[in-house]
């Protein structure tokens, strides 16, 4: 509001000053050579700009006034408004889901070195079984499918009880990462060794080696091996 005093003073001032010339110009001796009509008419027209011209400055500050009184609450920072009970609970309930990078990168690792190892164990492609473990269960020895497959390299139970003895000849523990790495590696190898083909060993790893012998890919596992193989191009 001084701000505005101050404009609308010296719009006051400048009327003032415009009516002291004219007056001037009427008692000087120039001016009586003057028409008093248009003196007159010269003198409305400067009252009625100064007037326009203090309404104008009037309306902007009212203007700006309005403004700033409305927009003091938004600039208030978010952090500074108290959290509820129930914001507090969906913050600590989106934490628990997304563990720290550095957590998540451990467990990785971890799975990373398992499987690398099993896979040089039975003398294939460590960047193929990455692939297969990642395309499986991303990695994640804890996750299990609908149908029961476990862990890394998502075994089947009955595939774990008859291909441990069978392949590594020992019992296996699926929910244990090593093993789950070991026997899911020994299977893939095993599907290799049969077909001699990359693209059918993943197909019988997904689909079933008789099944696939009886019918040949189907729609989903030719999108699962190609998947894979695209996948395990792109690995370090």
């Known amino acids: 509001m001084p701000k505005l005093r101050r404009v609308l003073g010296g719009a006051l001032l400048t009327a003032a000053a415009t009516a002291l010339t004219v007056k001037g110009a009427l008692t000087s001796p120039i001016g009586a050579l003057v028409p008093t009509d248009q003196l007159q008419h010269d003198l409305r027209a400067a009252k009625d700009a100064t007037v326009t011209q203090s309404k104008t400055v009037l309306t902007q500050a009212q203007q700006r006034l309005l403004a700033a009184i409305v927009r003091a609450p938004s600039e208030v920072s978010p952090s500074a408004a108290p959290m509820s009970n129930g914001q507090v609970a969906a913050a600590e309930s989106k934490a628990r889901e997304n563990p720290e990078p550095s957590v998540r990168g451990a467990a990785h690792v971890n799975a990373n070195r398992i499987l690398r190892e099993a896979a040089l164990r039975h003398q294939l492609d460590p960047k193929l079984v990455l692939a297969v473990s990642y395309w499986e269960s991303g990695w994640d020895q804890s996750r299990v499918s609908e149908t029961g497959a476990v862990g890394l390299m998502q075994v089947e139970p009955a595939t774990a009880q008859e291909a441990g003895p069978a392949?590594?000849?020992?019992?296996?523990?699926?929910?244990?990462?090593?093993?789950?790495?070991?026997?899911?590696?020994?299977?893939?190898?095993?599907?290799f060794d049969a077909f001699h083909d990359p693209a059918m060993a993943l197909a019988a790893y997904y689909q079933g080696p008789t099944s696939l012998r009886a019918y040949g890919m189907f729609p989903d596992t030719q999108q699962y091996v190609q998947g894979i193989l695209d996948l395990a191009a792109r690995m370090n």
């Open 167 to 191: 392949l590594l000849g020992r019992s296996v523990d699926i929910t244990d990462a090593y093993d789950n790495a070991d026997v899911g590696t020994a299977v893939l190898k095993q599907d």
